[in-house]
């Protein structure tokens, strides 16, 4: 990729800023119509945000409450177009709202009937209502106490950072170029002022580089309004920043195929029991905050709350020690024209493309459900604006890279689609390196070996939060591995002690913020 970036003389038809899911989403976009286009990200794909989410590709219930219809619509035709092009990482999930007054049943009911209306022919199964012995019976560690019924609904669950992984890769594919750890420091201007390319900097080498552009889109999330001071120093700022944490359990809490939908916890929001990777996860809040940072820190009313709220929902309440990991989020929301104080639960969730008057593009909000539609209409908008050929998008029926339509039968290695037989065929000389590294986690160290020659990682943390998502599992388990992890990289890439102490040093000081004591 650096050889590529080092050796292009003609401009980059787009260079796009960020490597989560809205920017990895636009380079897919622009190199299957043909663009020539360059990914610049600062750390590492997935850092920010959209390793964070609750899991969920789903129309959202919570906006359909907030008559945001056309939301939730296109959410959920976003949900069947990435179940149908990425079977291997998005998979369908029971979620039960449990009814403990007579009034929720009808009232539910008919909320999700609607929602299965609005997704037509994407639906992925009907909702239904179920009496109080089907309610246990789905989920057998449900609070019984006063427990009326429930009603069941189907939404889509994924791996963000695995989706976002085989992303880039299907960017790659279709010719993107696409480098992690490669901050943009500026942006170019040409004599009238547009924006015309970027000075990034590869972060190992310390080389920095001048690429030009016809285009250049800013898709930094959280980061968008300092990117944009780049071209506009006096921008005013779009961004109000919000986090939201998740806990995470081991699976005994939600002994179940389904979710718990809670929707209206104490301070207005839903709240998800999730099973994920066999483990349980619980989330999220909604907090407002000042300035956003890639490790925020969770507030110990939101833990609080969190368990507080799981407490009223499961049999046995879980505890602070129950804790295994504590992750934590920043959503990057738009703010409404001259917004003041809003609570940020009501800001809008839909995307925002802007465009200044350096001609630099900024695409912020949406959520990852929606990454298609986000780059399509951006894609769209930079078309125009640099004159590039007017060619239609092909992403609806774009397959990802791996695509595969019975994971299942890959067992613990589903998560790679079919990319899981380059896995299996590491360890052909040695089958010991399929066997799981650590006894809470199923990871292999064939998966970290294919981390790092397939998949760009390049530290000890890339491969246990993003590439395995160790660290959002179990913090102690992925504290423990990392020497192993750490010295496995060095042999791969070529590395000596000295960087196998600082690896596992950084890596054991950044796992301390997803424990919680
Ligand atoms: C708690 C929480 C739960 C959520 N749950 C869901 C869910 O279940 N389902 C759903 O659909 N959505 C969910 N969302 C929303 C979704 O996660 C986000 O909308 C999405 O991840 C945003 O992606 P992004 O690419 O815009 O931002 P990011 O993922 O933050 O990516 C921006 C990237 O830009 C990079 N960057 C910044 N500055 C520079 C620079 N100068 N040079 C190069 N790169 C730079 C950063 O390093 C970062 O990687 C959730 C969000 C939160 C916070």
């Not at 906006?63 to 619509?73: A, D, K, P, T, W």
């Not at 980061?223 to 921008?235: G, I, L």
């Amino acid at each position: 990729m650096l050889d590529r970036l080092a050796a292009r003389q003609a401009p980059w038809d787009m260079v796009v800023i960020g490597g989560g899911a809205t920017g990895v989403g636009v380079a897919i976009d622009a190199a299957s119509r043909g663009f020539a286009v360059l990914l610049l990200e600062a750390q590492d794909f997935g850092k920010g945000t959209s390793s964070r989410s609750t899991k969920l590709i789903h129309g959202g219930v919570r906006y359909l409450e907030q008559g945001n219809i056309s939301l939730v619509m296109e959410a959920l035709k976003e949900r069947g177009l990435l179940r149908q092009n990425a079977p291997h990482l998005v998979h369908d999930l029971a979620f039960i709202v449990p009814n403990y007054s007579w009034w929720e049943a009808p009232f539910y009911g008919i909320g999700m009937k609607v929602y299965d209306l609005l997704a037509g022919k994407y639906g992925f199964g009907r909702s239904r209502i179920l009496s109080a012995e089907e309610t246990i019976e789905r989920l057998p560690n449900l609070q019984t106490d006063g427990l009326r019924g429930g009603v069941v609904y189907y939404d889509g669950q994924f791996d963000d950072t695995r989706l976002l992984i085989h992303m880039a890769a299907t960017a790659a594919d279709h010719g993107a170029t696409l480098l992690n750890y490669a901050p943009v420091l500026e942006i170019a201007r040409d004599e009238d002022g547009f924006a015309n390319g970027v000075v990034c900097r590869d972060q190992e080498s310390g080389r920095q580089f001048s690429v030009s552009a016809r285009v250049v889109i800013n898709a930094t999330g959280m980061f968008a309004d300092k990117v944009r001071r780049m071209t506009d120093p006096q921008a005013k700022k779009m961004i109000a920043p919000s986090q939201g944490i998740h806990l995470v359990f081991e699976r005994s809490f939600l002994r179940a195929d389904a979710a718990i939908m809670v929707p209206h916890t104490s301070d207005g929001r839903v709240l998800f029991a999730i099973p994920w990777h066999g483990h349980t996860v619980v989330g999220t809040t909604d907090t407002p905050i000042q300035e956003p940072s890639y490790e925020p820190l969770p507030f110990e009313e939101e833990i609080d709350f969190i368990l507080d709220t799981a407490a009223r929902f499961l049999s046995r309440p879980p505890t602070r020690k129950d804790i295994l990991s504590v992750y934590v989020g920043i959503r990057p929301l738009v703010k409404a024209e001259g917004d003041g104080g809003e609570k940020t639960s009501a800001l809008s969730r839909d995307h925002t493309i802007h465009i200044d008057s350096a001609g630099l593009i900024t695409i912020v909000g949406g959520k990852w459900t929606t990454y298609r539609h986000m780059a399509e209409d951006c894609v769209n908008h930079a078309i125009t604006l640099g004159r590039l050929d007017d060619v239609a998008c092909p992403t609806r029926s774009l397959k990802l890279h791996g695509y595969y339509d019975s994971p299942d039968e890959l067992g613990d290695l589903w998560v790679y689609g079919a990319d899981a037989a380059g896995v299996k065929a590491i360890a052909a000389a040695d089958p010991a390196l399929l066997a799981p590294m650590h006894p809470s986690l199923t990871y292999c160290t064939a998966e970290i070996i294919w981390a790092v020659r397939h998949e760009m990682a390049r530290t000890v943390e890339d491969v246990l939060a993003r590439r395995t998502r160790a660290l959002f599992l179990n913090a102690a388990a992925a504290i423990s591995l990392a020497p192993s992890v750490a010295e496995i990289m060095a042999r791969e890439l070529g590395y000596g002690q000295a960087w196998v102490d600082h690896q596992v040093k950084d890596f054991q000081a950044l796992a301390q913020h997803y424990l919680v004591q």
